[in-house]
């Protein structure tokens, strides 16, 4: 089968053929490169109007004419650029006489990966220009495991270049800014496997302090203000920052599905340091790692005709009449028709090994490595190798001391929490009491589910936050036990306590059956004990478009 595969949701005006029997994809593309500034959505559709029949045109020669379906991308992106490459897909189709299928953008970007790879079910970073998520397949879907709480990766980093008036895209000139330069100490958001780039992005501005008109040009590493860091350290450190903040929640997403497996996707997947983070996080823990090659990385038709032609094989086209875009089209509506319904979640993962039960093999957790001895839980912060040593150092400390007070504040708010016997922080090492039989993850009821929900009201009410409250970061034996409080922080603020709901659950809809069951009860729990307003936003957060 030979598709033609269209895309046009921002910046890139592309089209491609794939020939399903030789497994060849031919790109034709044509950017948009804004004079000044970030991408104008007018502008960019205009772009696309050009240029649009220009690459179709193309990729038909290519072709010889034969052409068995016509795929593009149906969202989610820029309205104004949507509907021109999709109203042009449309009539191609209907020329041509062939079905024609609507792709989502985002899911592209991933089964690239998983195609190109051959993997079964990986777990999938997304890292584009307004996106930034973690896939698993889960239940005949894509579930969201975690993502940005504000704006997408690649556009974090064009919008800290616009701030030193370099052309767009910015992301390509801090990588070679950065190469010069030198560690400083930036914020660093993670929470549980969402995270968050805003204060990140403000400090590094503020860092660099105003840049003089005269040296805003072209994005030149030598660019130094007056008063600020000089310019290729800022670029040095914001790509440690956040690459390691997207490598730890990818190593969070392995953990809690049992995955073994990571697969990359979008256009900031170019970057060569962060593609050298995710291989060394992924070798430490044995898991497989691919990226894809940098054509099929960053925006283009190609990956929308290999999903477009594995979509008509399983009869999943669209009529004319039902194939308008959606500019916030998620990758968790897409019903997945293409694959077998077999799942990345199998519930065999440890998030930090703290659930670990009389072992003799130490366990590698996502963030340390635990072992039992004398029936008493070890649990040490190994170093990190794919992050930068001054940051891995401030995270193992920091997140130990922590994780210690942590656990006796919420005891003391009656939450139960195992005993710290001993706190070692030069070898960000803790030694814990053992407590329960097994993880939630194994024990998922609504009756524990509802438990939970009034702990972390307990929590809340006294300012406290867990910050990564999954199913494998909860104990159950008699009652349940909260653990593994590495992420935690005090915070009396609705926002910071939903997330914490909103992370838990983001891990029961990736991994447990009846997620919508067990989520009410887990809400009726909370509600009982603690605020309303919590709920209130919580809903708000579940509803909040994030494609910016
Ligand atoms: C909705 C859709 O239009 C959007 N696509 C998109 O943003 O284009 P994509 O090609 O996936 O990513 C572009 C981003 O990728 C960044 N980028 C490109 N090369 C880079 C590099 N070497 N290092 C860091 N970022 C890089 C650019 O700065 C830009 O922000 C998306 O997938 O979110
Ligand atoms: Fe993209």
């Known amino acids: 089968m030979r598709v033609l595969g269209v895309e046009g949701t921002a910046w890139c005006a592309s ?40 690459v179709i045109e193309t990729a038909l020669q290519r072709a010889d004419g034969e052409i068995d379906a016509v795929a593009f991308s149906k969202g989610p992106g820029l309205g104004p650029c949507l509907r021109v490459a999709g109203t042009a897909a449309r009539a191609l189709a209907g020329t041509l006489d062939v079905p024609l299928v609507g792709v989502n953008h985002m899911v592209a970007h991933l089964e690239i990966g998983r195609h190109e ?10 890292a584009s220009g307004a996106n930034a998520h973690l896939l698993g397949f889960h239940d005949g879907r894509y579930r969201v495991l975690g993502e940005t709480m504000d704006t997408g990766v690649g556009n974090a980093i064009d919008k800290f270049t616009r701030h030193l008036g370099w052309s767009h895209p910015g992301g ?26 805003s204060g990140l992005m403000s400090a590094a501005k503020d860092a660099v302090g105003d840049v003089p008109a005269s040296e805003a040009s072209g994005g030149q590493s030598e660019h130094r203000s007056d008063d600020g860091e000089a310019v290729e350290n800022v670029c040095f450190s914001l790509q440690e920052h956040v690459f390691a903040m997207l490598t730890e929640v ?7 599905t049992g995955s073994d497996e990571l697969v990359l996707g979008g256009g900031v997947g170019q970057n060569a340091r962060l593609r050298e983070m995710l291989a060394e996080m992924c070798e430490q823990r044995g898991a497989e790692f ?35 875009i959606d500019p916030d089209f998620r990758p ?37 490595v635990v072992d039992v001895q004398d029936g008493v839980i070890v649990k040490r912060r190994l170093p990190k190798g794919y992050r930068h ?29 195992p005993l710290v016997h001993d706190v070692d922080v030069p070898e960000a090492t803790l030694r814990l009491q053992h407590v329960g039989d097994s993880d939630l993850a194994d024990a998922l009821t609504a009756e524990h589910a509802r438990e939970l929900g009034g702990h972390l009201a307990r ?9 990564d409250p999954t199913t494998k970061n909860v104990r159950v034996g008699d009652r349940l036990f909260l653990v593994d409080f590495g992420l935690g922080y005090h915070s009396g603020h609705p926002e910071d306590h939903a997330m914490d709901l909103h992370v838990f659950e983001g891990s029961v809809a990736g991994t447990a059956t009846d997620s919508a069951a067990i989520c009410r009860a887990f809400e009726d729990g909370y509600a009982a004990v603690g605020d309303d307003v919590v709920l209130e936003r919580l809903a708000e957060i579940r509803g909040r478009g994030r494609y910016q």
């Not at 790109?27 to 240029?51: C, F, K, L």
């Not at 790879?117 to 997304?126: E, H, K, Q, R, Y």
């Not at 929590?459 to 910050?467: E, F, K, M, S, T």
């Open 15 to 54: 089209a491609a053929v794939h020939d399903t029997e030789t497994d060849e994809t031919f790109i034709e593309s044509d950017a948009y490169e804004p004079d000044s500034g970030g991408i104008h959505p007018r502008e960019a559709a205009e772009h696309m109007g050009d240029a649009i029949p220009r």
């Open 117 to 126: 790879s051959g993997f079964d079910s990986p777990v999938c970073l997304n």
């Open 172 to 197: 390509p000139k801090v990588e070679e800014a950065a190469k010069g330069g030198e560690y400083v100490d930036l914020p660093y958001v993670v929470k549980g496997m969402d995270f968050s780039f």
């Open 250 to 256: 990818s190593e969070r997403a392995l953990s809690l």
């Open 290 to 324: 691919y990226a894809p090659e940098p054509r099929f990385l960053r925006d283009n038709a190609g990956m929308i005709a290999v999903l477009g032609a594995k979509m008509a094989a399983a009869g999943d086209t669209i009529e004319i009449a039902d194939s308008a």
């Open 332 to 368: 968790d509506e897409v019903p997945v028709t293409w694959r077998d319904n077999e799942s990345v979640a199998v519930g065999h993962g440890v998030t930090d090994g703290t659930s670990m039960s009389g072992l003799s093999d130490p366990r590698r957790g996502a963030e340390a």
């Open 389 to 417: 040593p001054a940051l891995d150092a401030t995270l193992r400390r920091d997140r130990t001391v922590l994780e210690a007070r942590l656990l006796s504040e919420a005891r003391k708010a009656g939450v139960p929490t």
């Open 459 to 467: 929590l809340h009410d006294r300012g406290l936050v867990h910050g």
